[in-house]
């Protein structure tokens, strides 16, 4: 029998709860691929579950994005064979040197993709792509804010939208992360100076969309940086969960549209999920997209790795391996 090791937390709290835990690899049930996994990509979603911000029974086996390679398949499953690479994005149980997938929840991974590259792609690629062509269906002569523009997300979803002819504001942490940012308006000012700044540029016209994934810290900017009519994309909780709001304050603010969309409604069946997919893997193929691994870590220092992301000490994205 083989035997397999995961990175769980049995209690909420910081990153120190999480610790290693051997077991039995198991073999797939129907519908099943077993896979041994050669990339596991880190998302804030895995700090949220940690922390008890999103509800999982405890304890927790951590992670929703990995690559690996078939190395078994349950009954029932004719659309993989063994040998072939896979990943996916479901909650649950990617921290781990082996894993167990639905097959109606794999996608197939090119050839020509090195998993390390798919890991580091999968959640945050699909994330650019249906708040760049879904949530807002953004098009040239719209202008565009994107914070953390040069995190895990922000790094796919810029270049997405300057393809499309969008106008990207872009916003960082620092001077440093900014300078790695593509375009021309490529900010790192202080969230109480962004709106101004924003007006600045648009001449007082303000912006179409705001695409916010760091949550309570910029969301006041972001509300000031929109447009009579414009539109609030809130997609992640980077520096805390956003308060409450009263929807009076939409319409004061000028008659803002406000959504907090996640992936699991994009990609709800097998069609959607190969149409995003494939606009993914595309861009990555046609060079639209550069996905840039900013660091590894080993996954036994996927603790290492939670400090770091909290903390906004990472740039692209961060892949851990087993």
Not at 141 to 170: C, E, F, Q, Y
């Amino acid at each position: 029998m083989t035997t397999g090791y995961r990175m769980i937390a049995r209690t909420h709290g910081g990153p120190e709860v999480i610790e290693r835990e051997d077991f039995a690899v198991p073999s797939p049930g129907p519908g099943e691929v077993l896979i041994e996994t050669e990339a596991v990509g880190l998302n804030f979603i895995d700090t949220y579950y940690r922390k008890g911000l999103y509800a999982d029974p405890l304890p927790i086996s951590l992670g929703s994005e990995s690559v690996g390679r078939i190395v078994a398949l349950g009954d029932g499953v004719n659309e993989f064979a063994i040998g072939e690479r896979v990943g996916t994005t479901h909650a649950g149980g990617a921290y781990a040197s082996h894993r167990l997938i639905a097959a109606a929840k794999a996608m197939r991974i090119p050839e020509a993709i090195a998993p390390e590259i798919a890991a580091a792609v999968m959640l945050k690629g699909l994330t650019a792509c249906y708040l760049a062509e879904d949530t807002f269906p953004a098009a040239k002569g719209h202008v565009a804010l994107v914070h953390s523009a040069a995190g895990g997300v922000g790094s796919l979803l810029v270049p997405w939208l300057l393809d499309k002819g969008v106008t990207v504001i872009a916003h960082s942490g620092s001077a440093e992360k900014a300078a790695q940012v593509p375009g021309e308006h490529s900010l790192h000012c202080d969230f109480g100076d962004l709106p101004e700044a924003v007006r600045e540029i648009t001449g007082g016209e303000m912006c179409h969309v705001v695409y916010d994934g760091v949550g309570a810290a910029s969301w006041s900017a972001s509300l000031a940086s929109l447009r009579r009519r414009g539109f609030m994309v809130t997609y992640g909780n980077a520096s805390g969960p956003v308060p409450p709001l009263p929807p009076l304050d939409l319409m004061k603010a000028g008659s803002l549209y406000l959504t907090r969309p996640t992936l699991a409604d994009y990609v709800a069946t097998l069609d959607q999920l190969a149409i995003n997919a494939k606009k993914l893997f595309d861009r990555i193929a046609s060079g639209i997209l550069k996905p840039r691994i900013g660091q590894t870590f080993k996954l036994e220092q996927a603790a290492e790795a939670h400090r770091a992301l909290e903390s906004r000490a990472t740039t692209g994205s961060t892949v851990l391996i087993p």
